[in-house]
C-alpha cells in the first residue's frame, strides 16, 4: 500500500486519501462538507497552475481543458443564470436566491468542477480505481455489523452530526446509519455511507465498475465483493438494472466493427417479425413485475413526476419555479421536484435548465461511445456517464455529487485529448562493457 501512494502526485494522493477515508467522513457526519470543498479548492489549484504551468514542477502541471470540459462549464454557469432568472420570476426574494446560488456551488457546479479537474490535472485513473477498491475492503470488514444489527435490536440511527450546523438539504445528509426499516414490508434495508438506500444503490454501480477494471486480483476482488453487496442490500431496482446494463454496454460496443454482429442482428429481426408480439407482452410482463417489486415508491413517484410535469407546463415551462416545494398526502409529503432529475429540473428550472443538462450529458455520452469503439480504456468513463443517466430517471443528481465526484474525475480523465506528462526513469549502468558511460534514458507514458 506505501509503495502505491509513494508513486503518485500530489494531486493523486490527496484524492486517494480522501476517498480511503470515506467511511471516516461518514462517521464524523462529514461527507456533505468535504465534496463541495474538495471540488472548490482543487478546481481552484488546477486554474491557477493553468496559468503557471511553465513554472510549476510536472506533476503539478495543468493542461487546457478539451472542448467536452468547456461544454460542462458553460451549460453549468448557464445553470446559475437560469436559477437566477427563475428566482425573480417568481419574486423568492434576495434571501432565498442567495441560498440557491449556495446550493448550486454544492451541487450542479461539481459536475464542472471535478471533470475539469481530471481532464486537466494528471490524474491516472488506477489510483482512483485502486481508493474505490480499498474502501470496498473497508466495506466488506463492516459487512457483519451491518447485517447484524437489525437481527440484534442495534438502534437504526447513530446520531446527527454537529457539522449539520453548516446547512444542508436536510439533517439525513449528516446522519450516520446502520440501517433503515422499509416501511412497506418491515424488512431492514441499508444505506451505507450514503443518505438513502437508491443512493447507495449507484455508488455500489459505481464500485463494481471500478472494480471490473482493477489489475491487482485481490483488490478486484474486495471492490467486486463490496460493490455487488451494496448493490443488493440497498434492494434498489435501478441499481441490479446499472450493473448489468452499464457493466455489459461499454464492453458490446465495440463488436459494432465486427461484421458478424451486423449479420447476426439482420437475423434477430428477422425472428422478431414472426416472434415480435410475444416478445413485447412478455416485456410488457417483465416491466410490470419489475415495477411491482417496490409498488408504493412506484406509486409516490409517478405521483410526483405528474404533478411536477403537470405544474412545469401550466405554470412556468421556461424558467421553472426557482424552488421545490412541498407536497400533498398522496406523495407522502415527499418535496415536489426531487426524486427525478429530469422532473425536478423541469420543475425548478423549467425546459431551460433542463436542456443545460440534456446538452453536456449528451456530447459526452457521444464522445465516450466513440473513444469505446476505438479503446477499451475508455469503458470504464463510458458506464459511468451511462450510470448518471440512468440514475437521473429515478433520482436528483444534483444533491449527490459531493460523493459522486470520484466518477466524475474518471470521467474526466478520459476526455484529456493531450498525452500525460512524461515520467523519465534513468536506468543503471551497463555491466561488462568497460570505458562507456551506460545510462540510458527511457521516457515513458504514464498510463
Not at 455520452?365 to 458506464?383: C, D, F, H, Y
Not at 460523493?403 to 498525452?419: D, F, Q, R, V
Amino acid at each position: 500500500m506505501t509503495h502505491i501512494v509513494n508513486n503518485m502526485t500530489p494531486p493523486e494522493r490527496v484524492l486517494y486519501r480522501i476517498i480511503t477515508l470515506t467511511w471516516l467522513f461518514y462517521g464524523l457526519g462529514a461527507l456533505y462538507v468535504i465534496g463541495p470543498v474538495l471540488g472548490w479548492s482543487i478546481a481552484g489549484f488546477t486554474a491557477v497552475s493553468l496559468f503557471l504551468t511553465p513554472l510549476m514542477k510536472p506533476e503539478f502541471r495543468a493542461s487546457a481543458p478539451p472542448a467536452t470540459v468547456w461544454v460542462w462549464i458553460i451549460c453549468m454557469l448557464g445553470m446559475l443564470v437560469v436559477l437566477w432568472v427563475g428566482h425573480f420570476d417568481n419574486s423568492l426574494g434576495t434571501g432565498k436566491t442567495i441560498k440557491s446560488s449556495i446550493g448550486w456551488a454544492k451541487g450542479w457546479a461539481l459536475f464542472a468542477l471535478f471533470i475539469m479537474v481530471g481532464a486537466s490535472l494528471n490524474i491516472r485513473p488506477k489510483f482512483i480505481i485502486r481508493a474505490q477498491c480499498v474502501l470496498g475492503l473497508q466495506t466488506v470488514l463492516l459487512l457483519p455489523l451491518f447485517i447484524m444489527a437489525p437481527k440484534i435490536g442495534l438502534p437504526e440511527k447513530l446520531f446527527v452530526s454537529p457539522i449539520r450546523a453548516v446547512g444542508g438539504p436536510g439533517p439525513e445528509y449528516f446522519s450516520v446509519y446502520l440501517y433503515t426499516i422499509d416501511p412497506s414490508n418491515g424488512a431492514a434495508r441499508w444505506q451505507f455511507y450514503t443518505p438513502w438506500s437508491p443512493f447507495a444503490g449507484l455508488v455500489g454501480v459505481i464500485v463494481t465498475l471500478c472494480a471490473l477494471e482493477e489489475k491487482n486480483k485481490f483488490w478486484k476482488t474486495c471492490g467486486l465483493i463490496a460493490g455487488l453487496a451494496i448493490v443488493l442490500m440497498t434492494k434498489s431496482r435501478m441499481s441490479l438494472m446499472g450493473v448489468v446494463i452499464c457493466g455489459s454496454l461499454p464492453r458490446l460496443l465495440p463488436l459494432i466493427l465486427k461484421s458478424w454482429v451486423w449479420f447476426a442482428l439482420t437475423a434477430i429481426a428477422s425472428v422478431m417479425v414472426v416472434f415480435g408480439g410475444r416478445f413485447i407482452s412478455a416485456l410488457s410482463d417483465a416491466v410490470y413485475a419489475f415495477r411491482a417489486m417496490r409498488a408504493d415508491s412506484t406509486r409516490v413517484r409517478d405521483a410526483l413526476q405528474s404533478i411536477a410535469g403537470e405544474r412545469w407546463r401550466t405554470e412556468a415551462p421556461w424558467f421553472g419555479h426557482g424552488i421545490v416545494e412541498p407536497g400533498a398526502h398522496v406523495t407522502e409529503y415527499m418535496l415536489i421536484g426531487t426524486h427525478h432529475t429530469w422532473y425536478g429540473l423541469l420543475f425548478v428550472k423549467g425546459t431551460v435548465g433542463a436542456i443545460m443538462l440534456a446538452i453536456p450529458m449528451i456530447w459526452t455520452l457521444l464522445v465516450l461511445s466513440k473513444q469505446t469503439i476505438m479503446t477499451k480504456e475508455a469503458r470504464l468513463p463510458l458506464g459511468l456517464i451511462l450510470a448518471l443517466l440512468l440514475f437521473s430517471f429515478g433520482e436528483n443528481m444534483e444533491v449527490q455529487l459531493y460523493i459522486l465526484w470520484p466518477a466524475l474525475i474518471l470521467i474526466g480523465t478520459s476526455l484529456n485529448t493531450k498525452p500525460h506528462q512524461l515520467e523519465t526513469v534513468t536506468a543503471p549502468p551497463v555491466k561488462n562493457i568497460p570505458r562507456m558511460r551506460q545510462t540510458v534514458t527511457y521516457s515513458m507514458a504514464v498510463p
